[in-house]
Nanobody, 121 residues
């Protein structure tokens, strides 16, 4: 019912920047929660950043001060601006959205397909 399409990954040198975007489409009343996760090879998926419908944000300690999450409710889009990138930021990044389809129905979680971010010289 809802599709998430990510974009913006790629290869960047240490100290560089990338901007990830994730756009949702489908049957959406509103999106109450938008998150970015990442998973490096051999490691568990971890939460990177989250933003609520009212723009309250939360970040992993490892990215505080370097990454900024933002959302556009009119476009059902979440962005992740990543600055001062480090090799340890290398991972597949996934967006996740908590979606309400109706006022009285339950919320559902949807995941993007993932986008590779590689930080290397």
């Amino acid at each position: 019912q809802v599709q998430l399409v990510e974009s913006g990954g790629g290869l960047v040198q240490p100290g560089g920047s990338l901007r990830l975007s994730c756009a949702a489409s489908g049957s959406i009343l509103y999106i109450y929660d938008m998150r970015w996760y990442r998973q490096a090879p051999g490691k568990q998926r971890e939460l990177v950043a989250a933003i609520t419908y009212l723009n309250n944000t939360n970040y992993a300690d490892s990215v505080k001060g370097r990454f900024t999450i933002s959302r556009d409710n009119a476009k059902n889009t979440v962005n992740l601006q990543m600055n001062s990138l480090k090799p340890e930021d290398t991972a597949v990044y996934y967006c996740k959205m908590g979606v309400r389809h109706t006022f009285n129905g339950p919320p559902y979680d949807y995941w993007g397909q993932g986008t590779q971010v590689t930080v290397s010289s």
